[in-house]
């Protein structure tokens, strides 16, 4: 009794602290905080598919929203909280100098993008990702096959290429890496050495081609063959990973200081946001756990007799203990999904603040602006499964699952001069569930067997009509995780089970799970409909993939 865990989940545009009892996982306390300078667009460049976060924003956010939530409470609370575990974005690495600090946090760095954290969504490292694939084909080892055999732009090794081949300042100055959710855990418990971070079994196995089968991390032979720029960089890095239910250290005075906790605080290994959230959702073998935001993440755990020797082609991985230790983790994910819906919502609104400007307050605007969404939901609901015609792919910003392929663009076919938005918005929100049908066939073909989907995120909790059209398209019911924070309380059962609370990941399930809001349930009529226009997308998708790759 009076044990409590904080789970933190570090999102794309914000960072949530949950203060949770660790006995029954219930949340007591919620704060959100918003990265403040990447709120302002700072160091992206969305034509150039660049995006990066500054390491002050991820120390800014976690002070604030740790200080905020535990100040929602009595002290007794804070004086009794037992460990700490994060989340994060992934892949998403930064360079370090040999103490393990980000170079961004040195004054001469502090303004350069290639200093700074990549976040997982970032692309400018595409032609180093084909470089990768195609080295792996050939060489006597293929270090893709645990990555689903293709390896992405996202993901370490081709971030990293990218930027030493880019930025020779860096470059010089670089001495290791650190992916996101690695450098918090190192940071609070005060490692001031690159080789003392713990590294993340999760991050590492499923983008950096970790694997023990091997030895580790790609040899040094293959790493110079692909560019003599990696050339050392091997034996800088690490050698072991470990699941995150293991304590990485105790807070330091400094950090519980500015926090608010105590010294015996337990820092749990960090994980990637929708490893964690699957966790956070209840994640058993034969479960389908879908994170749906910006994108969308599938991930599922699997037995090690019902995978054996076999690989899963074209997802994003299979790594023995990044979900729940003991178990094979399963990922694969779209690379946009609610961004695809943003994408449109911001074409529609660009008329308005245009032609408002001088008019209307930028409040009004934003009010405005925000019933964007909600209309064009309101109209689509209300269209008939084949009367509009419109067939859209959801490739937006690339292709992750199945078979990773950046280079590729969305499309939207069937337009007339009697289209309307609503039209258009229902077919993007008809491309994102034909997506993520392709990913659940994916598996299904690869004999992996699916009992039960599980939605968790905002877009699951707060649009039945995405969540009833994803049901109808993949003709399967779908539970919603009831907390509308699984990911930072799924971080919250490895920092119980790291301080030593529960014995094992699946005990502090069982105890601190939320259980779910709703079911949607598949409508037979529309299922079948679908499938004739599933096929169409199938169709479209292999003709922007034909003019992708003669271009």
């Given at each position: 009794?009076?044990?409590?865990?904080?789970?933190?989940?570090?999102?794309?545009?914000?960072a949530r602290a949950v203060v949770v009892d660790a006995s029954d996982g219930k949340v007591?306390?919620?704060?959100?905080?918003?990265?403040?300078?990447?709120?302002?667009?700072?160091?992206?460049?969305?034509?150039?598919?660049?995006?990066?976060?500054?390491?002050?924003?991820?120390?800014?956010?976690?002070?604030?929203?740790?200080?905020?939530?535990?100040?929602?409470?009595?002290?007794?609370?804070?004086?009794?909280?037992?460990?700490?575990?994060?989340?994060?974005?992934?892949?998403?690495?930064?360079?370090?100098?040999?103490?393990?600090?980000?170079?961004?946090?040195?004054?001469?760095?502090?303004?350069?993008?290639?200093?700074?954290?990549?976040?997982?969504?970032?692309?400018?490292?595409?032609?180093?990702?084909?470089?990768?694939?195609?080295?792996?084909?050939?060489?006597?080892?293929?270090?893709?096959?645990?990555?689903?055999?293709?390896?992405?732009?996202?993901?370490?090794?081709?971030?990293?290429?990218?930027?030493?081949?880019?930025?020779?300042?860096?470059?010089?100055?670089?001495?290791?890496?650190?992916?996101?959710?690695?450098?918090?855990?190192?940071?609070?418990?005060?490692?001031?050495?690159?080789?003392?971070?713990?590294?993340?079994?999760?991050?590492?196995?499923?983008?950096?081609?970790?694997?023990?089968?091997?030895?580790?991390?790609?040899?040094?032979?293959?790493?110079?063959?692909?560019?003599?720029?990696?050339?050392?960089?091997?034996?800088?890095?690490?050698?072991?990973?470990?699941?995150?239910?293991?304590?990485?250290?105790?807070?330091?005075?400094?950090?519980?200081?500015?926090?608010?906790?105590?010294?015996?605080?337990?820092?749990?290994?960090?994980?990637?946001?929708?490893?964690?959230?699957?966790?956070?959702?209840?994640?058993?073998?034969?479960?389908?756990?879908?994170?749906?935001?910006?994108?969308?993440?599938?991930?599922?755990?699997?037995?090690?007799?019902?995978?054996?020797s076999n690989l899963i082609r074209g997802i994003c991985g299979q790594v023995d203990g990044?979900?729940?230790?003991?178990?094979?983790?399963?990922?694969?994910?779209?690379?946009?999904?609610?961004?695809?819906?943003?994408?449109?919502?911001?074409?529609?609104?660009?008329?308005?603040?245009?032609?408002?400007?001088?008019?209307?307050?930028?409040?009004?605007?934003?009010?405005?602006?925000?019933?964007?969404?909600?209309?064009?939901?309101?109209?689509?609901?209300?269209?008939?499964?084949?009367?509009?015609?419109?067939?859209?792919?959801?490739?937006?910003?690339?292709?992750?699952?199945?078979?990773?392929?950046?280079?590729?663009?969305?499309?939207?076919?069937?337009?007339?001069?009697?289209?309307?938005?609503?039209?258009?918005?229902?077919?993007?929100?008809?491309?994102?569930?034909?997506?993520?049908?392709?990913?659940?066939?994916?598996?299904?073909?690869?004999?992996?067997?699916?009992?039960?989907?599980?939605?968790?995120?905002?877009?699951?909790?707060?649009?039945?009509?995405?969540?009833?059209?994803?049901?109808?398209?993949?003709?399967?019911?779908?539970?919603?995780?009831?907390?509308?924070?699984?990911?930072?309380?799924?971080?919250?059962?490895?920092?119980?089970?790291?301080?030593?609370?529960?014995?094992?990941?699946?005990?502090?399930?069982?105890?601190?799970?939320?259980?779910?809001?709703?079911?949607?349930?598949?409508?037979?009529?529309?299922?079948?409909?679908?499938?004739?226009?599933?096929?169409?997308?199938?169709?479209?998708?292999?003709?922007?993939?034909?003019?992708?790759?003669?271009?």
């Amino acid at each position: 009794m009076n044990n409590y865990v904080i789970g933190l989940d570090y999102g794309s545009d914000s960072a949530r602290a949950v203060v949770v009892d660790a006995s029954d996982g219930k949340v007591l306390a919620t704060s959100v905080k918003y990265y403040p300078r990447w709120k302002e667009g700072k160091y992206c460049d969305p034509g150039e598919n660049r995006y990066r976060q500054h390491p002050l924003d991820y120390i800014e956010v976690l002070e604030q929203s740790v200080k905020e939530a535990l100040s929602q409470l009595p002290a007794e609370v804070a004086a009794n909280v037992k460990g700490i575990a994060f989340d994060t974005t992934g892949s998403t690495p930064a360079f370090t100098d040999e103490n393990g600090v980000p170079l961004a946090l040195k004054p001469e760095f502090a303004e350069n993008p290639n200093a700074m954290f990549v976040l997982w969504k970032d692309h400018t490292a595409v032609k180093e990702a084909d470089e990768i694939n195609k080295l792996c084909k050939r060489w006597e080892v293929d270090y893709s096959a645990y990555e689903g055999g293709i390896y992405s732009s996202e993901w370490f090794w081709a971030k990293v290429l990218h930027i030493l081949r880019e930025d020779e300042q860096v470059r010089n100055a670089a001495y290791s890496v650190v992916e996101h959710c690695e450098w918090l855990p190192a940071l609070l418990t005060g490692v001031n050495r690159s080789s003392d971070i713990v590294r993340s079994r999760c991050a590492e196995g499923h983008k950096a081609m970790w694997h023990a089968k091997w030895g580790g991390l790609p040899e040094e032979k293959f790493l110079v063959e692909l560019d003599p720029l990696l050339g050392g960089l091997r034996d800088r890095l690490f050698e072991v990973t470990e699941t995150a239910d293991k304590p990485v250290g105790k807070l330091t005075q400094e950090w519980a200081d500015r926090l608010g906790l105590t010294t015996d605080v337990v820092v749990a290994g960090g994980a990637f946001d929708c490893h964690m959230g699957a966790v956070g959702a209840g994640v058993v073998p034969h479960t389908l756990v879908r994170i749906i935001g910006t994108s969308t993440c599938d991930v599922m755990v699997a037995d090690y007799d019902e995978i054996g020797s076999n690989l899963i082609r074209g997802i994003c991985g299979q790594v023995d203990g990044s979900v729940i230790p003991g178990m094979v983790g399963l990922e694969a994910g779209q690379s946009a999904f609610g961004d695809v819906y943003a994408w449109f919502r911001r074409i529609l609104e660009y008329p308005l603040r245009k032609l408002a400007a001088g008019v209307l307050s930028d409040e009004q605007v934003e009010q405005m602006c925000d019933k964007i969404i909600p209309a064009l939901t309101e109209d689509a609901e209300k269209i008939p499964v084949s009367e509009s015609g419109v067939v859209a792919v959801d490739w937006m910003n690339g292709r992750r699952t199945p078979d990773a392929d950046q280079r590729l663009k969305g499309a939207i076919t069937g337009i007339t001069l009697g289209t309307t938005a609503p039209m258009i918005f229902k077919a993007l929100v008809e491309a994102t569930a034909f997506g993520s049908r392709a990913i659940m066939e994916r598996f299904i073909d690869e004999g992996v067997k699916i009992d039960t989907v599980i939605g968790i995120g905002g877009i699951a909790l707060k649009s039945p009509f995405v969540m009833q059209t994803l049901s109808d398209v993949m003709n399967v019911p779908i539970k919603v995780c009831r907390t509308d924070q699984a990911c930072a309380l799924g971080a919250a059962m490895f920092a119980a089970t790291a301080a030593g609370l529960f014995g094992r990941v699946e005990d502090a399930q069982k105890s601190m799970s939320s259980g779910f809001a709703k079911t949607y349930f598949p409508d037979s009529d529309r299922a079948a409909e679908y499938n004739a226009i599933y096929e169409k997308y199938k169709k479209l998708g292999r003709f922007c993939e034909l003019s992708v790759h003669e271009a």
